[in-house]
Structure formats: C-alpha cells, structure tokens
C-alpha cells in the first residue's frame, strides 16, 4: 500500500467534511509518519480549512524533523490554528496564499483581527508568503477585521 499527498489530502478532506476530525488527525499522522508522505501545502490547507476541529482530547501530530517528538493538535480550538502552523514550520512545509486565504477567512468568520493580524505577520516573516488581491476580498467581507489587518500590513510587513 502506497500513499501520496494528493490522495491523503482528499481523503482527509472528506473525512473532515463527514465530521471525523479526530480519524483525520490519525491520517495525517499515519501519513507523515510510517508512510513518509512529503507533506504539501495541499494537505495542510485541507485541515486548515476546516479548523477549529471539535476534538474529544489533544491528537498527535508527528513531525519529521529528527530529534523532535512531534507536535500535539489541542483539543482548545483557539490553540489549533497555532499548532497547525507551528507543524507545517518545523515540517518544512512552505504554504501557498491559499493557505493564507484559508486561514484570514477562518479568522474573519470569527471576527478575530488579532489572530489574523499575527498570522498575516507570520506568513510573511516565516514563509514571505503575502496575501493577494483574492485573500484582500476575503479578508474585505469584515469591514472591522480589514480596517485592523490593512493597519498591521501597511505599518508592519510592507
């Protein structure tokens, strides 16, 4: 049996949508562990996407950095976003603007201008990843979170 990203990551999403988030974790984690899937930005948006998870405890999430023990996903949904982004780092993942539309519209949904903010600081310190015109229009649907996050761009990262 063989797996790659491309297949992990729709079977993940799926199983996301069904409401398993807690088998999608166990995925992922098979996935980069024992079958040594090269993780892609692809199979991180597809659980960034869907975050927060509701789950029943904190999950693993192995990372293939030797020497490290891996991270925890948390069961708190306002320590997952982190967690995920801290994986996808130390996995040397180098996400796409989707990702970061993907996350600016997880942040916009819950009206949370200060976690957009670091993480638009955090796309463009750690992966010089900048959000584009599509992920401005995302980000433009919450005039209060927008006002903030244009603020943080103009006087931080630009």
Known sequence: LT???????AVLRGLLHAGHPTRAVELLALALGPFCVRPTPALFNALLARL??????????????????????PADPHAQLPAVL?????VRVVPD??????VARACCRVNNADALCEALRFFASEWRVLPDERCWRVIGAWPEVHR????????EIT
């Open 86 to 90: 801290r994986a996808m780092r130390m």
């Open 148 to 155: 903030a996050a244009r603020a943080v761009f103009e006087r």
């Open 97 to 102: 603007r989707r990702s970061l539309e993907i």
């Open 52 to 73: 927060p998870l509701h789950l029943p405890s904190a999950s693993p999430l192995p990372c293939l950095v030797p020497g490290h023990q891996g991270f925890v996903l």
């Open 3 to 9: 797996l790659d990203a491309a297949s992990v990551a």
